[in-house]
């Protein structure tokens, strides 16, 4: 079992920055496992970045340049720096642990981001 808790969402202003954090405790094989998405309201839930098996990290065309996945193994925590935010980057922000051998995803609770234009 592995268990994500997010944090550092809240309301900011169009250009401002965050910082989210997801500590992840339990099963956890790599911190190369795990990824962040969102979902805006009426939307589907979209990949923002990630982590891969080989270290490297894939981020979605509208975020690339403005937000920066960050891992800390030592700690099981997973983070996303967000600046240069924009009115539709609003969404809940989830954090995902793939376990690879099991085949099962774990999400998060999410964390509320807002930002005003």
């Known amino acids: 079992q592995v268990q994500l808790v997010e944090s550092g969402g809240g309301l900011v202003q169009a250009g401002g920055s965050l910082r989210l954090s997801c500590a992840a405790s339990?099963?956890?094989?790599?911190?190369?496992?795990m990824g962040w998405f969102r979902q805006a309201p009426g939307k589907q839930r979209e990949l923002v970045a990630t982590?891969?098996?080989?270290?490297?990290?894939i981020y979605a065309n509208s975020v690339k340049g403005r937000f920066t996945i960050l891992g800390n193994n030592a700690k099981n925590t997973l983070y996303l720096q967000m600046n240069s935010l924009r009115p539709e980057d609003t969404a809940v922000y989830y954090c995902?642990?793939?376990?690879?051998?099991?085949?099962?995803?774990?999400w998060g609770q999410g964390t509320q981001v807002t930002v005003s234009s």
């Open positions: 995902k642990y793939t376990d690879y051998r099991a085949l099962v995803d774990y």
């Open positions: 982590m891969t098996a080989v270290g490297s990290t």
């Open positions: 339990g099963s956890i094989f790599s911190i190369n496992n």
